[in-house]
């Protein structure tokens, strides 16, 4: 039976101090629905969306750095990588973040998807600069990992995730350039799932999407899952993982086009993250949707607000909303991939 349990909004809340901080004590704001019994082993309904920064344009791609205990994340038309802690609050970790030329380039210039590496470094997909980087977390000294494929530059590279043998699959939509899949900048003929394997070498490995977006693998590293943000599909896709690293034959795993667009449930799929147990959380429209390994769908968090993406923290058991303005948190039950 769905449920849906309703959380106190206490208004905007612009900017944080550290001494605000320490007192533990946020603003809470949206709902959480559940649909399916199976919610309730990966969280509880009664819990509260907490709001611990705000203030953003258009917040994106956190990344939890383990041996830090802090979070990482992209406001991308500001062009920034803020960092957020529980005792120091917000600040900026990285400016320029994913442009470095003259300004005016672009509503979406900055970086999009981040993540933390086997390395320890911060990998970036940077919109203006059109590439994939990596960064060591102390003392800067980005390089590029890849910025085309074929001799042809990639649009704006949009999300990555990194397998267990190295490699990074990520997604290359328009949305960072100028005139965006009207820009006459424009190299590729389409909007791809890219492979960069160990050696550097870059592939296609998906082609026929209109506009990929998240990207995640699941805990045995045999799916690949894509989020479109195409409201006329606006589908999850899961591809098998071959033996090689290329992608095989992909299927719909969850089709998400019936809610696109509908009053309150914003925004389009859209980032995704997986739980220990296979789970995936999806941000699409209404929040995040949690999806159980069969492709049921088992609940929602809303907070209301168009929410790009989201990744796990502190032990694994914290999850952090990017939500158009706000950074977000709420405690789960269960435990994120790589924890």
Known sequence: MKTTVLLLSLGVWIGLAPAALAQNSYPR???????????????????PI??????FQWSEGPAWVKDGGYLLFSDV????????????????????SGYTGRPGYSNEP????????????????????????????????????????????????NDIVQAADGSYYFTDPPYGLPQQANDPRRETTGFGVYRLAPNGQVTLQVGDLTRPNGVALAPDGRTLYVAQSDPLRAVIMAYPVQ??????????FFDLTPWAGSP???????????????????????????????????????P???TANCTFGNDGTVLY???????????????GLGF
Not at 34 to 47: A, H, I, K, M
């Open 29 to 47: 704001i949206g709902k959480i629905t559940r649909n399916d019994p199976r919610l309730d082993q990966l969280l509880d309904v009664n819990e």
């Open 50 to 55: 907490e709001v611990v920064a705000s203030g």
């Open 77 to 96: 038309p500001k062009n920034r990588v803020y960092k957020w802690s529980e005792k120091e609050g917000l600040s900026i970790f990285l400016e320029p």
């Open 110 to 157: 900055g970086s999009n998807g981040l993540i933390i590496n086997q390395k320890g470094e911060l990998v970036a997909c940077e919109h203006g600069d059109r590439r994939i980087t990596a960064m060591p977390l102390q003392g800067g000294g980005k390089r590029t990992l890849a910025d085309h494929c074929e001799g042809k530059r990639f649009n704006s590279p």
């Open 243 to 252: 033996a090689n690293g290329n992608l095989g034959t992909g299927r719909v």
């Open 264 to 302: 309150g449930l914003p925004g389009l799929p859209d980032g995704l993250r997986v739980d220990q147990a296979g789970n995936v959380f999806a941000t699409g429209p209404g929040g995040v949707n949690i999806f159980a390994p069969d492709g049921t769908w088992l609940g929602r968090i809303n």
């Open 304 to 306: 209301g607000e168009a």
């Open 321 to 335: 909303l990017t939500s158009d303005m706000y950074l977000c948190r709420i405690k789960l039950k269960t435990k």
